[in-house]
């Protein structure tokens, strides 16, 4: 038996135990510790960008790196289920979605280039709050007390954190807030494909739609790029597509309503990686508008999960 054959069996083994003692463990902690991990990856995410900007690369390639990652993520699929992957009835709606994937990415993705990690990444949790709003009157759904304290709860955190002559930006804060907006489109078209449509053909048309239209912009904002930055990019845009793959299985796992709200642990590691590599520290103020908007999405994340 040559080493690397038995290295490779001793690998096995190894993933294998720990496949076995994962499986054991009670449903909700291996929920929560997927969603946990979804949210070190979604802060990894965070920190590429901040790291990509600071090396020069454009938004624009970033994005259409992201987009091509999932769309690799889903070839397999397309690979396996051919063109049948994309049959569909609602082929407009789809487009909605992907259309929404892309507003919301580039949005956000440039909301790093003007406020520091942690500002960014807590406007972005106000999308709960944008889609508590539209809930009602675009999918006809029910909106209980808890979700509309939550709402207001995070509209009066915003509120604090762009007071008079705060600290952030408003053009920043306007670029974080209209990704958040657009991430509840990304919600209500994703809820509405979940009833007709198959999880495959909706990943798929995803891949597709976010790479075409990030094409263009990525050809007309080109800038050559050293193997360093194309290495990065690659590892980016294969790596963050597992956010979706995580936060999936988690839900799967566990109750939605004992492991939703781990997912705004990333916070927590973006503001300590932000304070140690960049030196970034929010005034109070900040932070005082971060916690009433974190409670607020919290609060609404728990409520969603139990009406489900």
């Not at 009602?136 to 759904?141: S, T």
């Not at 002559?165 to 209209?178: E, H, Q, R, S």
């Not at 960049?278 to 005034?283: A, H, I, K, L, Y």
Request: charged content about 10%; overall charge positive; hydrophobic content about 55%.
């Amino acid at each position: 038996m040559t080493g690397r054959t038995l290295l490779r069996k001793l690998l096995g083994a190894t993933i294998a135990a720990m496949t076995s003692r994962f499986a054991a463990l009670p449903a909700n902690l291996r929920g929560a510790i997927l969603m946990s991990l979804s949210a070190v990856l979604f802060a990894a995410e965070a920190l590429f960008i901040r790291w990509l900007n600071d090396r020069g690369v454009p938004t624009s390639t970033q994005l259409f790196a992201r987009s091509m990652g999932q769309l690799l993520w889903v070839l397999p699929l397309v690979l396996s289920g051919g063109l049948a992957v994309f049959h569909t009835r609602r082929t407009g709606m789809h487009l909605m979605r992907g259309l929404c994937s892309t507003t919301t990415w580039g949005l956000y993705f440039l909301s790093f280039a003007f406020l520091d990690l942690a500002t960014a990444t807590v406007l972005s949790f106000t999308n709960v709050m944008f889609t508590t709003l539209l809930a009602g009157p675009v999918l006809g759904e029910r909106v209980d007390r808890a979700r509309w304290a939550g709402t207001l709860a995070g509209l009066l955190g915003v509120a604090v954190m762009l007071r008079p002559g705060a600290d952030v930006p408003l053009t920043g804060a306007l670029v974080a807030l209209g990704a958040a907006l657009a991430w509840c489109g990304i919600t209500l078209t994703s809820r509405s494909l979940s009833r007709t449509e198959r999880t495959e053909t909706v990943l798929a048309w995803v891949g597709l739609v976010t790479s075409a239209c990030t094409l263009p912009f990525a050809i007309a904002g080109w800038t050559p790029l050293n193997l360093g930055d194309v290495a990065i990019l690659a590892v980016f845009g294969l790596v963050t597509p597992g956010i979706i793959w995580l936060v999936t299985e988690a839900l799967r796992a566990g109750e939605a309503s004992a492991v939703a709200p781990f997912q705004y642990l990333r916070l927590v590691v973006i503001a300590a990686v932000g304070w140690i590599l960049w030196g970034e520290v929010p005034d109070g103020w900040t932070w005082l508008g971060a916690a009433v908007i974190l409670s607020g999405a919290v609060m609404i994340s728990i409520s969603e999960a139990r009406r489900r």
